[in-house]
């Protein structure tokens, strides 16, 4: 590629991790031969997987570490191990000066995001771990999750909670974003919790220590910080938010869809990535939007959020 600040796509190593869906991994799989041309491409999934037919430079045939219910009801399952393993084996095998790291039921309907890869520039050495920014998805990285109705006025703090979707950036980078352990005793970890307590009473179903996104983070953060104490995510009242935040603006770029192309390749996040009003309000008014991203990096107000809050607020007020 030519113009000027934009990576060749031939310099790229695209980690696609997770379990093979039928219909959507081969979907991920061409979107990257389209929009990322000669770009290498890791294909890091489970023994036993159909990988057939399958598009791929490069298999990574990984041990299932298993996954464990994380809630009260028992229905849902905590992929954190099998996120971590699929992710750091794939990393391992990248060649190329630059990783795109994304899950396997993900879709490029472009290459946008390399744009903003050399942009917001200025760094606080208090806050730097990362020799360069990394890209990353607006939508999971959060502040918080905000209560609605009764507990409109209330709010969860999740400090270091990065979007564990897609991240772009420097080979090293991504390799020190995801130097992190493996939970050893990890039905301990997907059931940490007997009774928690929980700013808002609807996350009390919720048993896990850490979300998958803050355990990333904060697994990160402790490389800066030697002084962080978070043992759990209700332990947020010993973090620092502020030093949250600027960590996170400082080492990351946070990128809404129509910046990055790249969807989450399910209808029901489909929807989320391409249209603000589909965005849950408990996620909508604490995620690290493109729009919020620059106003926190410039220390200004921004007016395009601002309107884009009254145009949501109008459109979801009876969910409110």
């Not at 620092?240 to 989450?264: A, E, G």
């Not at 996620?283 to 926190?296: A, L, P, Q």
Request: proline share 5%; charged share 30%.
């Amino acid at each position: 590629m030519h113009k000027k600040n934009i990576i060749d796509p031939q310099d790229i190593s695209v980690v696609v991790q997770g379990a093979i869906d039928k219909n959507l991994t081969p979907q991920c799989l061409k979107s990257i031969r389209k929009h990322l041309p000669g770009a290498e491409i890791i294909l890091s999934t489970w023994d036993g997987s159909d990988v057939s037919g399958l598009d791929y430079d490069k298999l990574v045939l990984n041990k299932d570490p298993g996954a464990y219910p994380n809630t009260t009801d028992g229905k849902r399952n905590y992929n954190l191990n099998r996120y971590l393993v699929s992710t750091q084996s794939g990393i391992k095998k990248a060649s190329k000066k630059y990783v795109l790291k994304m899950r396997s039921d993900m879709l490029l309907t472009g290459a946008n995001f390399l744009r903003y890869f050399n942009k917001f520039k200025h760094r606080d050495a208090r806050y730097s771990l990362f020799k360069h920014k990394v890209l990353t998805s607006s939508l999971y990285t959060i502040e918080g999750e905000k209560g609605i109705k009764k507990e409109r006025h209330k709010m969860h703090p999740t400090p270091y909670h990065i979007s564990d979707w897609w991240h772009f950036g420097l080979a090293d980078d991504i390799k020190l974003l995801f130097k992190c352990p493996i939970i050893k005793n990890f039905k301990k970890f997907a059931q940490y919790f007997k009774e928690p307590k929980y700013e808002l009473s609807w996350l009390n179903h919720r048993l896990w220590r850490f979300p998958p996104e803050q355990y990333l983070g904060i697994e990160l953060a402790k490389k800066k910080f030697s002084d962080l104490y978070f043992p759990d995510c209700l332990s947020y009242k010993n973090v620092d938010l502020k030093r949250s935040r600027n960590f996170i603006v400082d080492n990351f770029i946070t990128l809404d869809y129509k910046q990055s192309q790249i969807l989450l390749n399910k209808d029901y996040y489909l929807q989320m990535c391409k249209k603000y009003r589909k965005i849950p309000p408990h996620v909508f008014y604490t995620m690290f939007s493109f729009d919020r991203y620059k106003s926190f990096y410039y220390g200004l107000p921004n007016f395009r959020m601002f309107f884009k809050r009254l145009y949501y607020y109008y459109k979801n007020r009876n969910e409110l």
